[in-house]
T-cell receptor, first 115, second 116 residues
Framework: DTEVTQTPKHLVMGMTNKKSLKCEQH?????MYWYKQKAKKPPELMFV???????INESVPSRFSPECPNSSLLNLHLHALQPEDSALYLC??????????????FGSGTRLTVV | AQSVSQHNHHVILSEAASLELGCNYS??????LFWYVQYPGQHLQLLLK??????LVKGIKGFEAEFIKSKFSFNLRKPSVQWSDTAEYFC??????????????FGTGTRLTIIP
């Protein structure tokens, strides 16, 4: 299995809703990432997990709450989002020790619309 | 902190033309360099990457890139483009490290349109 799987592919949520995005990989990668991509813009890093611990938070608002319950799974919990949070949310993974020079594998993303 | 510049925002070429997309990065230390492609409505796909060794890197779909350290550049090339190459191309860099928590920084992207 050489993929990063993200669910759902599309999500529409109201500003008072609570929802979660899910990311899964079974490549044994121990670094996992959340990126946000607005239309016609490059992906922007949100969070990095290394060995299931949060190692980078790029000053993301608290209405986004990441969680890494195990080495294969990464969640992004959403609560009280704003319409400007509508974007494509991308998950990526990468190996760590001994194989530093590997590329990042990206999932196909969740397209989120906040209404 | 590292940064990436892609000066070509939109490139329009005819089929069979040669392609070169510019990428310049800013970082004082060792870097890893990547080119990703994003076809309309699809996810990011890795075209090629450079970590060390031969500065001329060959990737998938006939693409190649050359790392010129003195110019802080990593330009993408293809000798003859096809209509199917129409996509958004992103250059990306991360500071060379042996840890998983390094940051991958993307350039603003170049939209490539190939006219049949």
């Amino acid at each position: 299995d050489t993929e990063v799987t993200q669910t759902p592919k599309h999500l529409v949520m109201g500003m008072t809703n609570k929802k979660s995005l899910k990311c899964e990989q079974h490549m044994g990668h121990r670094a996992m990432y959340w990126y946000k991509q607005k239309a016609k813009k490059p992906p922007e890093l949100m969070f990095v997990y290394s060995y299931e611990k949060l190692s980078i938070n790029e000053s993301v608002p608290s209405r986004f709450s990441p969680e890494c319950p195990n080495s294969s799974l990464l969640n992004l919990h959403l609560h009280a989002l704003q319409p400007e949070d509508s974007a494509l949310y991308l998950c990526a993974s990468r190996p760590i020790w001994g194989v530093a020079n590997y590329g990042y594998t990206f999932g196909s993303g969740t397209r989120l619309t906040v209404v | 902190a590292q940064s990436v510049s892609q000066h070509n925002h939109h490139v329009i070429l005819s089929e069979a033309a040669s392609l070169e997309l510019g990428c310049n990065y800013s970082y004082g230390g060792t870097v890893n360099l990547f080119w990703y492609v994003q076809y309309p409505g699809q996810h990011l796909q890795l075209l090629l990457k450079y970590f060390s060794g031969d500065p001329l890197v060959k990737g998938i779909k006939g693409f190649e890139a050359e790392f010129i350290k003195s110019k802080f550049s990593f330009n993408l090339r293809k000798p003859s483009v096809q209509w199917s190459d129409t996509a958004e191309y992103f250059c990306a860099v991360n500071a060379g490290a042996n840890f998983g928590n390094e940051k991958l920084t993307f350039g603003t992207g170049t939209r490539l349109t190939i006219i049949p």
